[in-house]
Nanobody, 114 residues
Framework: QVQLVESGGGLVQPGGSLRLSCAAS????????MGWYRQCPGKQRELVAT???????NIAASVKGRFTISRDNAKNTVYLQMNSLKPEDTAVYYC????????WGQGTQVTVSS
């Protein structure tokens, strides 16, 4: 079955950086658009970034210029590099694999606080 396992979350100070990873199994990785969503406290889940099999990316305006999405097709892994983190980036971050049906990871907590 499809498994998406996120890692790399944690506590970071404002202005700091984190890199999230998501290892996928049970899919033909290059066939899927991979993505990151987040759910901030008290808010609806929102799109952060996506990357298709060819490497084309879509980045939410709220994080553009600070976050970068990338993928390593040889490792079946997608990454989210997060720089210049702000307290409002605090959220549970979810990895997704989309080929019409969207599969979700279990989420990883990112907390930005001094």
């Amino acid at each position: 079955q499809v498994q998406l396992v996120e890692s790399g979350g944690g506590l970071v100070q404002p202005g700091g950086s984190l890199r999230l990873s998501c290892a996928a199994s049970g899919i033909i990785f290059t066939f899927y658009t991979m993505g990151w969503y987040r759910q901030c406290p008290g808010k609806q889940r929102e799109l952060v970034a996506t990357i298709n099999g060819g490497g084309f990316t879509n980045i939410a305006a709220s994080v553009k210029g600070r976050f970068t999405i990338s993928r390593d097709n040889a490792k079946n892994t997608v990454y989210l590099q997060m720089n210049s983190l702000k307290p409002e980036d605090t959220a549970v971050y979810y990895c997704t694999a989309d080929r019409g049906v969207v599969h979700w990871g279990q989420g990883t907590q990112v907390t930005v606080s001094s």
